[in-house]
């Protein structure tokens, strides 16, 4: 059963979801991200059913996600492909991972990334783009961005949420 859209919610947060946000696609991703890109390898893997892999696949292509190109003619077979818009949910991908590393792991990471430079298994840590310094959660604070509509998405009065 469908959820019900966020294609009107003025909101970065809900349109990516509208993207990703069902059950099956990040799990598509990660897979791409991992050098799958044949049904087949996907459908084997994931132990999807085919029609939801489908669905799934046509949403990733509609939404420019991921490329369909044919490999082969007869019949018609495809190999589907990250996008560099795909390619870049290779951080929401990290951070999900990380977070069910730490606490949905008992046994310890199923998978660990190695940072090609220095050779080690290596974290993303999130850093700000203007200082370097690594960052939490309550080191920031959301303001209204050039995108926001009349209604704010932050909660509190509107003269407070401008940036400092």
Known sequence: MRRTSFEDMHCSLAQCLEVVGE???????????????????FRERLGIARNV????????VEHGVMTREP???NPVRYDYRLT????????????????GDEWAAPAGPPVQTVHRTC???????PVCSHC?????????????GPGAGPVSLLPGPRDHRTSP
Do not use: C, H, N
């Open 23 to 41: 059950w099956w696609t990040l799990l598509i991703v990660r897979d791409a991200l991992f050098g799958v890109t044949r049904f087949d390898e």
């Open 53 to 60: 892999l489908t669905q799934r696949l046509d949403g990733l």
């Open 71 to 73: 490999y082969q003619d």
């Open 84 to 99: 560099a818009k795909g390619r870049s949910l290779w951080q929401v991908v990290t951070a999900m991972r990380q977070w």
């Open 119 to 125: 050779g080690r298994v290596a974290t993303v840590e």
């Open 132 to 144: 370097g310094e690594r960052v939490l959660g309550r080191d920031l604070t959301p303001v209204d």
